[in-house]
C-alpha cells in the first residue's frame, strides 16, 4: 500500500470576462470566482497562482501544484 497517498486537488473556477494571464512555468493571473477564502486569496480581486504545472488552451484549464483551475461557464450579475 502506498505510504503517501494522493490527496485530490480542489477546483477553483476563474472569470473569463476580465484580463487573465496562464503561461506554462510561471505563477497565473486570474480572478478566481469560488476559491476557498484564505489571508491570501479572496473572490474579489486578481490573485497570482504557483507555478503553472500543466495548461489545456483549448478549453482553458490549468493545473498548479496544489489546485486545478478550469473556466467559469455562468452568468455575472
Not at 22 to 29: I, N, P
Not at 39 to 63: C, D, L, M, W, Y
Amino acid at each position: 500500500m502506498d505510504k503517501y497517498p494522493m490527496k485530490p486537488k480542489p477546483i477553483v473556477h476563474y472569470r473569463t470576462d476580465v484580463d487573465f494571464y496562464v503561461k506554462m512555468g510561471q505563477g497565473a493571473v486570474v480572478h478566481p470566482v469560488d476559491h476557498p477564502n484564505s489571508a491570501r486569496v479572496s473572490n474579489t480581486k486578481h490573485v497570482v497562482t504557483s507555478q503553472v504545472i500543466a495548461f489545456n488552451p483549448i478549453e482553458g484549464g490549468f493545473e498548479t501544484a496544489n489546485t486545478i483551475y478550469r473556466p467559469f461557464k455562468g452568468e455575472f450579475k
